[in-house]
């Protein structure tokens, strides 16, 4: 553990916060401590030592990695020292989740379980009255301002069948607390939302108010809260798009805050999505046809820059039509997702017809006084620009070290240029750890077999402080483990997939409760269904399909209530999943969780790592498959109580030479091999 040395007490003696935070730490989570006798909570010695470790690492402005199990306690451990912190020295805590889940158990049960901890405690009650908020993104917020706005347009903006919507939306707002659009049921048409949320240059300081306008509400408690809950989306949006302090000014997102970032191993992915560039057919199309719809003859622009304007729109409108059709027609007639092989691998045709829309809509701006229609038709002009710039940048490839791709959904047709950093650790390193301030990275996942490195050096933390507490689980005699010899090799084809749906039933019927199985491909995971669902129906049992049998949260429901129902998944499944007792009973996983190396980003970080005389396999897939891997077993145990089997379907972990670092990290450290022909003699599962 990271020793209670001089390095983290403060040298001014006027600066009692981070002189005593430690103690003050100790005080709450020991043997005899707060937690115990003020709160009847049970004593967790990870929790503990992750406590101390955030408050060290708070209170000297240092970055800490930390891995804690789950049971470990991670979020109070790390609520307590920071809230008395950011109340203490008046500073800001910015705390960071990946998980709807997680936020709103911190929001709605951890915050008041240390609200209630202060305030029962002699010595700590001026901790209790600190303030909480949740920063989401604007665009889901109403903004006063440009909802008046529409209603002061007549029929301007939109369709007269669109006109009740508003005045629904009008009167929901005059009863709402909050404007968010989350609280507001049936949710409203794209078409009239887009035209009054505060997404929007309209929706500032001069032109809102925290009377008039819910955002800017918002707004005020964000800057007033002492704990500040976001999601990772948000914030790595924000980094990408440069939201900090001042360059001379300490702090993440606001001047002198310090963050935790929970469920921290999906930070690499996440900031790959937003340090990137994205631009769609469907995004400008829409842009484009609010400032003017030829059908309906309704947008921005009728009130302004006349037919000039309604001109240059359709132009645009045209120009994009033809250009993303040209791109899917090109390279994506064979796959939904294609690699851009060089820059200028297209003519940018759309550039004249938006740059001639932006200008014309920033000189009809200029035309106004200021407010907020002028703000309106310049934040339009600044956003066509915008994507412009995007489709110039993913042509050009305007980053040398990005990669640039195209793709197209499935399910929608939208045709999508891409790009996204090779190495997104020289990113995360300028705007988390070179801001002076303390970070704390945080998930029951960080390591790979090599105590953190590998993913401190993806994120840009390298020679940070790393942490790693024991799980408080008796995986001992509570988990058991199998792992199949003989299974085919992937390329194995059909052979393989009829020993899998094989296996898989009958594994999963083994047991009287429920089993998860998690897929890193959807064509197997239908077709092992499609081959036992009739003996599974057979045996009375419930089979759930993802994709077919309802939305994930639905699924998650369904699986959990039913108590012994088969749930097949793939990767949505691997995390976020939570369901303890018997209804989980048994979690296999089908095959190792590599990620598909042909996709632009995989394969581009491939040969940037091998040109760096780097094996791409070992550095980069294994070490992501290790985690992701953790993940999927961890949803098996999730209590003290929990008892059950983990069944591994790939043998590469008994024949290749890495499938060491995945037996490695299984926390049941005793392994029993099984293959078809002896499962009947050798497969003893595990279950509540």
């Known amino acids: 553990m990271i020793g209670l040395s001089e390095e983290f007490a403060s040298t001014n003696p006027g600066d009692a916060p981070r002189l005593h935070l430690p103690g003050l730490t100790q005080s709450v989570f020991s043997a005899k401590g707060l937690l115990v006798s003020a709160m009847g909570m049970e004593h967790r010695d990870g929790q503990e030592v992750m406590a101390l470790c955030a408050a060290q690492s708070f209170a000297s402005d240092k970055a800490l990695f930390i891995e804690a199990p789950t049971g470990v306690g991670k979020s109070m451990a790390y609520l307590v020292p ?233 132009r645009s409108l045209q120009a994009v039509r033809e250009f993303f059709s040209e791109v899917a027609d090109m390279y994506l007639a064979e796959a939904d997702i294609v690699r851009l092989p060089a820059a200028g691998w297209i003519e940018p045709h759309p550039q004249e017809a938006l740059a001639e829309l932006s200008g014309i809509l920033s000189s009809e701006a200029k035309r106004h006084d200021e407010g907020p229609a002028r703000d309106e038709l310049q934040g339009a002009a600044q956003l066509i620009s915008s994507y412009s710039g995007a489709i110039l940048d993913c042509v050009n490839f305007g980053e040398e070290d990005h990669v640039y791709w195209t793709e197209r959904s499935p399910k929608s047709g939208v045709v999508a240029l891409r790009s996204a950093p090779l190495d997104v650790a020289p990113y995360l390193r300028k705007r988390l750890f070179t801001r002076d301030t303390s970070i704390v990275l945080t998930s029951a996942t960080l390591g790979s077999g090599d105590g953190m490195e590998s993913f401190a050096a993806r994120v840009g933390g390298t020679g940070a402080a790393k942490e790693a507490v024991d799980s408080p ?25 009829d020993w899998m749906a094989d296996m898989v039933a009958h594994c999963s019927l083994a047991l009287s409760g429920g089993t998860l199985v998690l897929f890193t491909s959807h064509r197997d995971m239908r077709a092992v269904a499609a081959s036992m669902e009739e003996r599974v129906n057979a045996a009375g049992r419930s089979l759930l399909l993802q994709g077919r049998d309802g939305s994930p949260a639905n699924l998650r429901a369904a699986f959990a209530a039913a108590g012994n129902a088969i749930l097949l998944g793939t990767d949505s499944f691997w995390t976020g999943i939570d369901v303890p007792g018997p209804a989980l009973s048994q979690v296999i996983v089908t095959r190792l969780p590599f990620e598909n190396p042909s ?82 003699q050798r497969f003893r599962p595990l279950e509540a």
Not at 241 to 269: C, K, N, R, S, W
Not at 483 to 491: I, K, N, R
């Open 82 to 314: 920071g809230i008395a912190h950011a109340v203490s020295s008046g500073r800001q805590m910015l705390v960071s989740t990946h998980t709807k889940a997680l936020q709103e158990q911190i929001l709605g049960k951890d915050l008041e379980l240390c609200r209630a901890l202060f305030a029962r405690s002699e010595g700590l009650a001026r901790y209790a009255d600190f303030r909480a908020a949740l920063l989401m993104g604007k665009g889901n917020y109403l903004c006063g301002t440009r909802l008046r706005e529409a209603q002061n347009s007549g029929h301007g903006l939109f369709p007269t069948v669109l006109d009740a919507e508003l005045q629904r939306i009008r009167r929901w707002a005059e009863k709402s607390a909050t404007g968010l659009v989350q609280e507001l049921s049936p949710p409203p048409i794209d078409e009239v939302w887009e035209h009054i949320n505060a997404d929007s240059p309209v929706c500032n300081n001069r032109n809102c108010t925290p009377d008039n306008c819910p955002y800017r509400r918002a707004r005020q408690l964000v800057e007033q809260a002492q704990v500040l809950i976001v999601n990772h989306s948000l914030l790595f949006s924000l980094l990408g798009a440069g939201y900090h302090p001042q360059t001379d000014v300490p702090g993440i997102l606001h001047a002198a805050d310090f963050a935790v970032i929970d469920e921290a191993h999906t930070v690499p992915a996440i900031a790959t999505e937003h340090f990137g560039a994205r631009v769609s057919d469907y995004a400008l199309r829409r842009q484009l046809l609010r400032l003017y719809n030829p059908v309906t003859r309704k947008g921005l622009l009728t009130r302004h820059a006349g037919a000039d304007g309604i001109r240059s729109v359709e």
């Open 473 to 497: 689980f008796d995986f001992k005699n509570n988990m058991r483990v199998f792992v199949a010899s003989d299974a085919p090799a992937p390329e194995a084809g059909r052979m393989d997939l």
């Open 599 to 680: 996709h632009p980003v995989a394969e581009a970080r491939a040969q940037w790592h091998a040109a760096r005389g780097e094996n791409p396999f070992m550095c980069l897939t294994v070490p992501d498959a290790v985690v992701k891997f953790r993940q999927g077993i961890g949803r098996l145990i999730r209590n003290r109580g929990d008892k059950g089997t983990l069944t591994i379907l790939d043998s590469r972990v008994l024949t290749r030479q890495y499938g060491r670092f995945f037996l490695n990290v299984i926390p049941q450290k005793a392994y029993t091999r099984v293959s078809r022909d002896t499962l009947d």
